[in-house]
């Protein structure tokens, strides 16, 4: 396999990727961004925590997630838990954002 076979291949993977995330946001409250991965979940608990020596870190729980992850083959996951010393980002998802623009053609 060449390198050029690698990035298309690559290259479709991230499109299904894509394709299949807008058809799945709808069904979702909540975007979690962690430095590793992004989510869609309807349920996050975010808990902040702090170790023994004083360091801050975050303790995530999701129930019901889609993972955007191309290389695993499910991507829908029951129970998530993150803990990272990393910044965690948690959206909720207004459904007036993801409704599409009525279509401008000719007036009838």
């Known amino acids: 396999m060449s ?3 690698l990035e298309k291949y ?3 993977m991230e499109l299904q990727l894509y ?3 807008r058809d799945v ?3 979702f409250s909540y975007v979690v961004e962690t430095e590793r991965r992004f989510y869609l979940t309807n349920h ?3 808990q902040p925590r702090s170790t023994e020596n004083g360091e801050m870190y975050f303790e995530v729980v999701m129930e019901d997630a ?3 992850d191309m290389y ?3 991507r829908f996951v029951r129970n998530v838990r993150v803990v990272t010393f990393k910044d ?3 959206e909720e998802i207004t459904k007036a954002d993801l409704e599409l623009p009525p279509a401008e053609g000719p007036e009838d």
């Open 3 to 5: 390198s050029e076979d």
């Open 10 to 12: 690559e290259a479709e």
């Open 19 to 21: 394709r299949e995330y």
């Open 25 to 27: 946001v709808g069904l």
């Open 44 to 46: 996050v608990d975010l």
């Open 66 to 68: 889609w993972v955007w």
């Open 72 to 74: 695993r083959p499910a």
């Open 88 to 90: 965690v980002n948690v």
